[in-house]
């Protein structure tokens, strides 16, 4: 595998339902961020990790919880979402303090329901 | 005002034809500007990033900075239907790690 990966690409969850996304990259890199992609609305930053440690959290509300065990691997576990929520989630990651050149993962595609 | 103006488009060319896409952005303080290309079902990928005001070329791609009007572009030469994608812009300021991101502009090159 390279570059940065994401499972799984496609998810339809119901809003009682409890879900996990994750994310790897193989790049080496440091940083690594959460960010949602909705039809017509800028790419927004979720959350930022660096070298682990959550540094960034954009106002995100509580049924959206990332975990990062370690530099490579980043998780969003989602719980009682909704509706609104279904969105493209987008996983990317960079060397810290490079965000400008940072990788995208290829998304995985959500439907609340 | 947004801080950050894109035409979403959809714009469509015909092979061969320059393309010309465009932000518009209203804080000064930008400095770093990028333009990511995202194709159907995947991530954004950069495709070409600078600093400050000026030109930058890469292949049959220019980036093109005005800061005095705030205004930025990207040229596309001898378009191809592998062209064919959403363009993003981001910018970010200096000292500041957030990017902020255009909607995007859908092309879609004709063959």
């Known amino acids: 595998e390279t570059g940065v990966t994401q499972t799984p690409r496609h998810l339809v969850m119901g809003m009682t339902n409890k879900k996990s996304l994750k994310c790897e990259q193989h790049l080496g890199h440091n940083a690594m961020y959460w960010y949602k992609q909705s039809a017509k609305k800028p790419l927004e930053l979720m959350f930022v990790?660096?070298?682990?440690?959550?540094?960034e959290n954009n106002s995100v509300p509580s049924r959206f919880s990332p975990e990062c065990p370690n530099s490579s691997h980043l998780f969003l576990h989602l719980h009682t979402l909704q509706p609104e929520d279904s969105a493209l989630y987008l996983c990317?990651?960079?060397?810290?303090?490079?965000?400008?050149?940072?990788?995208f993962g290829p998304g995985t595609r959500l439907l609340v329901l | 005002q947004k801080e950050v103006e894109q035409d979403p488009g959809p714009l469509s060319v015909p092979e061969g034809a320059i393309v010309s896409l465009n932000c518009t952005y209203s804080n000064s303080a930008f400095q770093y500007f990028m333009w990511y290309r995202q194709y159907s079902r995947k991530g954004p990928e950069l495709l070409m990033y600078?600093?400050?005001?000026g030109n930058k070329e890469d292949g049959r791609f220019t980036a093109q900075v005005d800061k005095s009007s705030k205004y930025i572009s990207l040229f596309i030469r001898d378009s191809q239907p592998s062209d064919s994608a959403t363009y993003l812009c981001a910018m970010s300021a200096q000292g500041n790690e957030k990017l902020t991101f255009g909607t995007g502009t859908r092309l879609t090159i004709i063959p």
């Open positions: 990790y660096n070298f682990k440690e959550q540094t």
């Open positions: 600078t600093y400050s005001s």
């Open positions: 990317a990651s960079s060397q810290v303090g490079q965000r400008e050149t940072q990788y």
